[in-house]
């Protein structure tokens, strides 16, 4: 089964509008960390934003806020006033502290962001 | 600069040959991951470990091998036994335990010719 699923392909956003990417995660461990990393056409990956399952408050990031609903084990990305250089693919990943997960970072399928001008 | 460095960027193999690519991070991070990425695709993973001399398989272990003998670096063999080994491959490093993000590397492109 899918440990991270990103159901969104690719999305069309207009600039300085904001877009919202999908994220919902499967585990049975109480004890994980969600993240959102950005990989432009050069390939690097970028970290953008950072969620524990124990935090109260969604997490944000300058332009990046994460909406955190943990009972339907999601873990959206808004990204608002889109620019331009937004234009990447992003990917959604967790970590799990189970033991028998070993500290392993699992990522979803990625969703391509297109900024249209 | 504290970082991970991978080399080569781009990387040619003859069907048949083994290739090892190499991973060195200066984070002084005890986690260290190897990750495949097919064209429009996700990060698989591929190998990880959490400390020297120590690391386990990830989803998609078969055909290829690490080792783990110092921190610092955690390269990757991509063997003859992997029948599809065209694809971008990602190092990343990230501190034991907790929950900080991982650190990636640029990347090495493998193109079998």
């Known amino acids: 089964a899918q440990k991270i699923t990103q159901t969104q392909p690719g999305m069309f956003v207009q600039e300085k509008e904001a877009v919202t990417l999908d994220c919902t995660y499967d585990t049975s461990d109480p004890s994980y960390g969600l993240f959102w990393y950005k990989q432009p056409s050069s390939g690097e990956m970028i970290f953008l934003i950072y969620q524990g399952s124990y935090d109260q408050q969604n997490a944000t990031e300058g332009r990046y806020s994460l909406n955190f609903q943990k009972a339907r084990k999601s873990a959206n990305l808004v990204i608002s006033a889109s620019q331009l250089g937004d234009s990447a693919m992003y990917f959604c990943?967790?970590?799990?502290?189970?033991?028998?997960?070993?500290?392993?970072?699992?990522f979803g399928g990625g969703t391509r962001v297109l900024v249209k001008p | 600069d504290g970082g991970i460095t991978q080399s080569p960027k781009y990387l040619f193999r003859k069907e048949g040959q083994n290739v090892t690519l190499s991973c060195e991070q200066n984070?002084?991070?005890?986690?260290m991951y190897w990750y495949r990425q097919d064209p429009g695709q996700g990060l698989r993973l591929i190998y990880y470990?959490?400390?020297?001399?120590?690391?386990q398989k990830g989803d998609i272990a078969e055909g290829y091998s690490v080792s783990r003998e110092k921190k610092e670096s955690f390269p990757l063999t991509v063997t003859s036994a992997q029948k599809n080994p065209t694809a971008f491959y990602l190092c990343?490093?990230?501190?034991?335990?907790?929950?900080?993000?991982?650190?990636f590397g640029q990347g090495t492109r493998l193109t079998v010719v």
């Open positions: 990943a967790m970590r799990e502290l189970i033991k028998a997960a070993g500290n392993k970072l699992t």
């Open positions: 990343a490093s990230s501190p034991g335990g907790g929950f900080t993000e991982a650190f």
């Open positions: 984070l002084n991070h005890d986690a």
């Open positions: 470990s959490q400390i020297v001399n120590d690391f």
